[in-house]
């Protein structure tokens, strides 16, 4: 049985629990309380877990004592002195009221294949089973989780290497960092060409977080458990003092969260040069300052269109960024790709300066949005969506690059519209008036774009009427 079908039979458990209420993100959090039992049993680690509450023990109990059982659990483990059991089980509550449901999801959970489990990785199991739950609309749970399609190019194109610090200040379930840690271990031979010395830097500095969700945050030290990677990851708010911390690293990977502070509200941050109600103007504003000044520091990160042109306090914080940094590339993303169907969304690379002026003096940009057709839940995003933009933001040359979506702008170019960074998405065939009569002999590029887009607009009337169709079932 391989990880795809395990996961498939865990989230079909799900199913078991619709009874008690639980929806998909309860679901989950109950899961991870269960799975952790298990695979510290599977990965033969379980001595940190004290002898009356490991698995064994659980699978042993039936009906009302199983029950009651499991809730005296969870007490004990988020009370325990271990580090790692007191974060995953802190406040951990049981949401399932039936014993025969905690006993019937205990029971699959044991019977499912762990021994292949093991062998493809339990780490990337629960990274499935936080894939699959981000797919689910119903879950609420792709305004945190970034497409592992996404992720794997802005790794790959920031390149951690060993040795570096990296992080990521709105961790979500920890997908940036782990994906950091896969592609160090790929092109190190899994860790075979560094010291004893390096590996243990890999494992214990290397990755680092931050998460304002409790129950997004134990995802994510669950995550990070599986992976053995046992980097600072630490539950708050970035844009409080109490994420001053996240400075001087060497790469930062993030997609901070969408939309405004409660109420209008400033961030509590005092270190922050430019004040303002816009959440990621102020995680773009940490996160430039929070790179090392060495002229390589560098970090990738997902923001919405508002941030290339909303004025005030945004002009100021874009001019910022681009005399701190070299700003070389914007990669405007395709729709559809998050939670928010209508979310427009861009990737900004940049690369901290050794001084804080006139580092930036071109800015690339890369179209993969306009008349491309829009992703969703049935028409996912893939590495193979990002090819051609990959092979312009790596050429030696950038000039040398013949592709309509490629364009370069100048600073001083930017700087006569206010510091916009609103720029680079080509016309918009679909907005072309027609003025004539057309020949009715297209060509087949053009019939089998036609095609593309009116699938593509097919997909979000899909994916809109699924969303309703939910809505209504969860009013019932």
């Not at 996961?7 to 899961?31: H, P």
């Not at 499935?128 to 981000?134: D, P, V």
């Not at 931050?210 to 129950?215: A, T, Y």
């Not at 030696?396 to 700087?415: G, N, V």
Request: proline share 3%; net charge negative.
């Amino acid at each position: 049985m391989t990880n795809q079908e395990i996961v498939k039979k865990l989230w079909d458990l799900c199913n078991v629990l619709r009874d008690d209420g639980i929806n998909y993100q309860q679901y989950v959090t109950e899961l991870t309380y269960l799975l952790f039992l298990k695979m510290m049993k599977e990965q033969e680690t379980e001595a940190i877990i004290p002898a009356e509450y490991r698995w064994d023990e659980l699978v042993e109990k039936e009906g009302l004592p199983l029950k009651q059982f499991y809730q005296k659990l969870l007490l004990e483990l988020g009370s325990n002195d271990n580090d790692k059991l007191r974060l995953v089980y802190s406040d951990a509550a049981t949401s399932i009221e039936e014993p025969k449901n905690l006993e019937k999801i205990i029971k699959s959970i044991d019977a499912l294949d762990w021994y292949n489990a093991k062998q493809e990785g339990l780490g990337d199991l629960y990274e499935g089973l936080l894939e699959k739950n981000a797919s689910e609309t119903k879950s609420g749970a792709g305004q945190y989780f970034t497409p592992r399609a996404l992720i794997d190019v802005m790794v790959q194109l920031i390149d951690p290497k060993p040795g570096e610090r990296c992080v990521d200040p709105a961790a979500g379930t920890f997908g940036f960092m782990i994906a950091a840690d896969r592609h160090v271990k790929e092109n190190t031979d899994n860790h075979f060409d560094l010291t004893a010395n390096e590996i243990e830097f890999q494992r214990k500095e290397a990755f680092a977080g931050m998460e304002l969700v409790k129950d997004t945050h134990r995802l994510a030290l669950m995550n990070a458990l599986l992976h053995d990677i046992e980097g600072r990851l630490e539950h708050g708010d970035t844009l409080s003092s109490n994420g001053k911390w996240i400075k001087n690293f060497d790469v930062i990977l993030a997609n901070p969260p969408f939309g405004k502070r409660k109420g209008g509200e400033r961030t509590t941050r005092d270190d922050l040069t430019f004040e303002t109600s816009n959440k990621q103007l102020n995680f773009l504003q940490l996160i430039y300052n929070g790179l090392k000044d060495n002229g390589n520091s560098r970090a990738a990160v997902i923001l919405p269109d508002n941030v290339l042109f909303e004025g005030g306090a945004g002009a100021k914080i874009r001019y910022d960024l681009m005399n701190k940094c070299n700003l070389h590339t914007i990669l405007r993303l395709p729709t559809g790709i998050f939670y928010a169907q209508s979310i427009k969304t861009n990737v900004l690379f940049f690369t901290r300066g050794k001084t804080d002026q006139n580092n930036t003096k071109n800015v690339w940009v890369y179209d993969l949005r306009t008349n491309l057709s829009s992703f969703g839940k049935r028409n996912q995003l893939s590495k193979a969506n990002f090819e051609k933009f990959m092979i312009a933001y790596t050429a030696e040359d950038r000039t040398r690059i013949k592709d309509d979506r490629w364009s370069m702008f100048t600073r001083e170019e930017i700087a006569k519209n206010n510091d916009s960074l609103d720029v680079g998405l080509i016309a918009d065939e679909s907005l072309s008036s027609y003025d004539s009569v057309q020949d009715p002999i297209e060509s087949v590029e053009e019939t089998i774009y036609k095609l593309k887009t009116a699938i593509g607009l097919l997909h979000e009337v899909l994916d809109e009427l699924s969303v309703l169709e939910e809505n209504k079932v969860e009013v019932k």
